[in-house]
C-alpha cells in the first residue's frame, strides 16, 4: 500500500517565530540516477515522487517497479506555553510548510526573491575528477552553493560542503575549490520553515534551516540499489 514515509524530528523547547509570508512553494527537481535506483528528488522537504500522484523511487532501475512513494522530513515540538511549531510535509494537497533557500544568522530570509534558492544543486564524483586531473569546469561544480560562490550570489555562511584548495574561507572553482560530496552523484539543496505560512499543517514557523545532500553509489555490492540522505538542521530563530 502507498503511504508516506515520513523522517520524524522532535524538540520540546522550541521558542516563537514571527511568520513571514512572501515565498511560493518549492518547485524544483533532480533525479538521483547513478547506480540501480532511479529516484526524483524535490526541493520542497518530500521526494520520491512527481507531485501528480505517481511514485519515482524504482528499484532496480528500469523495470517499472517503485520500492517507495513519497516521504518527508517533520519537525515539530511545544513551546513553553504549549504553542504548537509544526513543519510537517504531506502530499502538498492543502499547501506548504516549507519553502526554498536559506536564513541569515537571525533567521530570516535572505534577500528578497527566495525563488533564486528553487534549485537542486547536482553533481557527480566524475565531473569533480575532471576539473581536479583536467580543468574541465563543468556548470555543476561552477555553480554549487558553497560560501561565498559569486556565481550564484550565495551568502557568506555555510552551505554545500567544499574543498577550500586555497583556505580563504571562500568558494571559488577559479582558485581550485571543488563540491565536496559523498558517493558517486550527490545532489544538494536548502529550504526553511518561515519563507510563508505553513499551509499544509497549520502549525506555528519554527525558524529552521534545513540542508540535505541526497547521494548514492555505484557499486557492484548491496550499495548499488541504495540511496542515502545527510540533513543538517539549524535553527537560526
Known sequence: ????????????????????????????????????????????????????????????????????????????????????????????????????????QNGNLIGSNCMLWDRVFQVSKEEIQDFKDFSVLSSNVRDWPAKGNANISAPMQDLAPFIDVDMDGVYDPSKGDYPDIKGDQAVWWVFNDVGNLHTESGGGQIGIEVQVMAYAFATNNQLNNATFYDYTLIKKS
Open 1 to 104: 500500500m502507498n503511504r508516506l514515509l515520513p523522517f520524524i524530528f522532535a524538540s520540546s523547547a522550541l521558542i516563537s517565530f514571527e511568520a513571514n509570508s512572501q515565498c511560493a512553494p518549492a518547485t524544483a527537481s533532480a533525479e538521483l540516477n547513478v547506480n540501480n535506483v532511479k529516484t526524483t528528488i524535490l526541493n520542497g522537504g518530500d521526494m520520491w515522487w512527481d507531485l501528480q500522484g505517481s511514485a519515482k523511487y524504482e528499484v532496480p532501475k528500469g523495470s517499472g517497479v517503485n520500492a517507495l512513494f513519497a516521504g518527508s522530513i517533520w519537525i515539530g515540538g511545544l513551546t513553553s506555553t504549549s504553542e504548537l511549531k509544526l513543519a510537517a510535509q504531506q502530499y502538498r494537497s492543502k499547501g506548504n510548510d516549507f519553502y526554498p533557500g536559506p536564513l541569515d
